[in-house]
């Protein structure tokens, strides 16, 4: 186990998964600085070749409340959009390009920016007692940037609709059951549900999940024209690695396979 010290979060490693825990009393509040420790946190995580999950959830009681009113309290535009490339576009970006797979864990509350961290990983597993809201118009009387277009995708416009305009917390059994979320889990388990998950991708090989996870994204906005010859390439190119040796290998001799990365 390894831990490193941050001022807004908790870094530590162990069993090749990363977690990286929101921690900024008393509601873990989005800032500056947490912006710049998770982008650190999740550089680091995905350098280290012991690390092969990375799970991301926050201390207290939620997730977080959001991006700190107080701290964007006097901005004007040109503030506000120097900030939110930071944590829009450098976040998304760099979650994107990561080689890992990548879990956020939510009890309690997720609002506005937590929701941004959240929807940005590959899932989400979520406690019982957990609930999501957008309540950027009345709080900040402006849209929730990334969330008009993230909802809709995720629940279609009406649903979409429903939860921006009115801000309305949505339940993690509602949530999963529209398709926002990947499993709702009882509320003393949820890092045990979601270390397990992790646990589980952790032992498949590490190449498989950075060209499973690249394939995801690269054919999230393709014309379905283009899939067929996509998926084509993508799975005859995987056959060459020793990994894919490694595992149709493994399969016949009934033994558990040993991955390189190659």
Not at 3 to 13: G, I, N, P, R
Not at 47 to 69: E, Q, T
Not at 150 to 167: D, N, P, S, V
Request: hydrophobic share 45%.
């Amino acid at each position: 186990m390894s831990e490193l010290k941050y001022e807004t979060l908790h870094y530590e490693v162990m069993q090749q998964i990363a977690k990286i825990t929101l921690d900024r009393p008393p509601a873990n509040l989005i800032n500056l600085k947490m912006t710049q420790e998770y982008h650190a946190a999740l550089q680091r995580a995905d350098m280290d070749p012991n690390v092969r999950v990375i799970i991301l959830s926050g201390a207290g009681d939620g997730l977080s409340g959001g991006v700190d009113l107080k701290y964007i309290e006097e901005f004007d535009s040109t503030e506000m959009k120097e900030y939110l490339r930071l944590f829009y576009v450098d976040t998304i970006d760099l979650v994107r390009s990561l080689t890992k797979p990548i879990l956020a864990a939510v009890h309690g509350y997720a609002r506005e920016g937590a929701c941004t961290l959240a929807f940005a990983c590959d899932m989400i597993i979520a406690s019982e007692d957990a609930d999501f809201a957008y309540p950027g118009v009345a709080n900040l009387a402006a849209p929730p940037g990334m969330h008009v277009w993230l909802l809709q995708r995720l629940i279609g416009r009406m649903k979409a609709a429903e939860l921006i305009f009115t801000g309305k917390p949505i339940g993690a059994s509602e949530a999963e059951h529209m398709g926002l979320i990947s499993k709702v889990v009882g509320a003393g388990s949820l890092l045990y549900e979601a270390e397990k998950i992790a646990r589980k991708m952790a032992e498949m090989s590490p190449l498989a999940l950075k060209r499973t996870r690249d394939l995801m994204y690269q054919m999230e906005d393709m014309n379905f024209a283009d899939v067929p010859e996509a998926a084509v390439e993508a799975l005859s190119a995987a056959f060459d690695s020793e990994d894919s040796k490694e595992a149709r290998k493994a399969y016949i001799e009934k033994r558990k396979p040993v991955w390189t990365g190659k």
